[in-house]
């Protein structure tokens, strides 16, 4: 590229001296033509270059980063440059330096985005490389090279920080190069969303609710029928509860659905769940009379709901478990959750709550997971008795034991030993009768071991 330039040298006595100058920096020419003797001049090289390094030239180098702008669907993002570095070299070889940080305010700088549109970049100049870090307050959760030219925004209910960094390379010695930092906040509303962890479950089952992308001021809800201790948690970036099923649960098509309020919009959106059948077994048991006079009666149910009743009716807001739960005792299974019990010819009220294994008595028992001990006492009818509070609403039972080696209030961890095998209370012989419940609806407790019901590290 060949700059025109017309220089007047004024000397003291006030002679002028025109000169027009024909500058071509690339190739290092430098052609002057002397207006008064009306011939060409021709300056040696060092000659050139540095009356071409002196300040009045500078217009001749890019001295800063070249301009680029982001766009978005038809509008230009109001991103700003927050950190330029820039080096151009002059006709003499010196390098010069120009930094640029530039503290970026999101109310200046910010945009409603949409997932669907891309983001352009457009340059004054052909970058090297374009890439691309986004943050969310200073986290930073995506980092890439832009391919193309463009990218699409983050998927993200709320606000982000988009860093665009074009750099250029130095293409020949005298090139100039750097790089240029534009910074915008984007915006994004993303309606709340229910997350179900199985779309099909049972009686005595148990199906992990999540509810992501609600907004600060906002308020889930899960209107259902179902379960009557849905309590909904917060927990990192979301919001979750356990929709628990007894063994009581029809089945059928159910409708769970998802209420937000507060802020200026009400989100309503339904999500199907089916219940399947599932068969209990039944159970023929005789007890001893005396055992049975003993065990169950006036007495025995009012300590039974003065004591035990009540101490799952609330739960540490906490996850205190750790990955699935283990089996507290080995032994065989004698009788399954939620089998139907006649006992000595009538058919009891109740279902099984868990599971009962038989083991011989003084078998260690441990706790299956990390909780503390909300309840630890004698009953006339479970006998030996402990309850665990795991956290969230998840708690795990424990009856007839021989022994209790753990008190109230205690933190208990996985595997650490809480008592031993008994036949105490109403019971036929030794054996572990072991409960879990999301506060007072039973559950299988095998769901607890096969996995863990949910992880949010
Ligand atoms: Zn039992």
């Known amino acids: 590229m060949t700059d025109n330039y017309v220089l007047d040298i004024i000397t003291e006595d006030g002679d002028v001296y025109s000169y027009d100058l024909s500058i071509n920096l690339d190739g290092m020419k430098l052609d ?24 009045g030239f500078y217009g001749l180098y890019e001295t800063n980063a070249p301009r680029a702008e982001l766009t978005y669907s038809t509008m230009t993002i109001p991103a700003q440059v927050s950190n330029s570095q820039w080096v151009y070299t002059l006709a003499d070889g010196s390098e010069m330096d120009k930094s640029i940080q530039n503290a970026v305010n999101p109310a200046n700088a910010s945009i409603m985005l949409n997932p669907d549109f891309p983001i352009s970049i457009y340059t004054e100049k052909v970058p090297q490389q374009l890439s691309l870090k986004v943050f969310s307050g200073q986290d930073l959760i995506r980092e890439e090279i832009i391919e193309q030219d463009q990218f699409m925004p983050s998927l993200f209910d709320g606000q982000l920080r988009y860093e665009v960094k074009c750099t250029w390379g130095k293409s020949n010695d005298l090139a100039p190069f750097g790089t240029s ?43 259902q029928t179902l379960s009557k201790d849905l309590k909904i948690w ?55 009379k005396k055992v049975e006079a003993n065990t169950r009666n006036d007495a025995a149910y009012e300590e039974y709901a003065k004591y035990f009743t009540p101490v799952r009716d609330t739960s540490v807001g906490e996850k205190l478990w750790e990955g699935p739960f283990i089996k507290p005792v080995e032994g065989r299974i004698s009788t399954e959750f939620g089998e139907m019990r006649y006992v000595n010819g ?57 022994r209790r080696d753990v008190s109230l209030d205690e933190s208990v961890s996985k595997g650490q030993a809480i008592g031993t095998v008994g036949s105490t209370g109403f019971s036929t012989g030794p054996h572990l009768h072991w409960t ?6 039973n559950l299988s407790p095998w769901l607890f071991m096969e996995r863990e019901l949910i992880d949010f590290e």
């Open 32 to 55: 002057v033509y002397d207006n008064k003797s009306q011939q060409f001049l021709y300056p040696s090289y060092d000659q050139i270059k540095s009356l071409l390094s002196t300040e």
């Open 234 to 288: 917060k927990a990192d970036d979301r919001y979750f509860a356990f929709l628990a099923m007894n063994y009581w649960a029809k089945p059928g098509e159910y409708n769970l659905e998802l209420e937000v309020t507060g802020t200026d919009k009400t989100y309503k959106k339904s999500y199907p769940l089916v219940i399947e059948s599932k068969a209990f077994n039944k159970q023929y048991l005789t007890v001893d």
């Open 436 to 441: 879990m419940s999301h506060y007072k609806t």
């Open 346 to 402: 009538a058919l009891t009220s109740y279902r099984h709550s868990g599971i009962d294994i038989a083991a011989p008595a003084d078998t260690q028992i441990v706790a299956p997971n990390h909780g503390v001990v909300v309840l630890s006492q004698n009953l006339i009818l479970t006998g030996e008795t402990i309850v665990i509070d795991h956290g969230y609403g998840i708690f795990s039972v424990y009856f007839h034991m021989n």
């Open 181 to 223: 930092t534009l910074t915008f906040y984007g915006n994004m509303d993303i309606e709340p969303e229910l997350k179900m962890d199985k779309s099909k479950a049972t009686a005595g089952d148990v199906v992990v609710l999540e509810i992501f992308n609600v907004n600060e001021g906002q308020t889930p809800k899960i209107n």
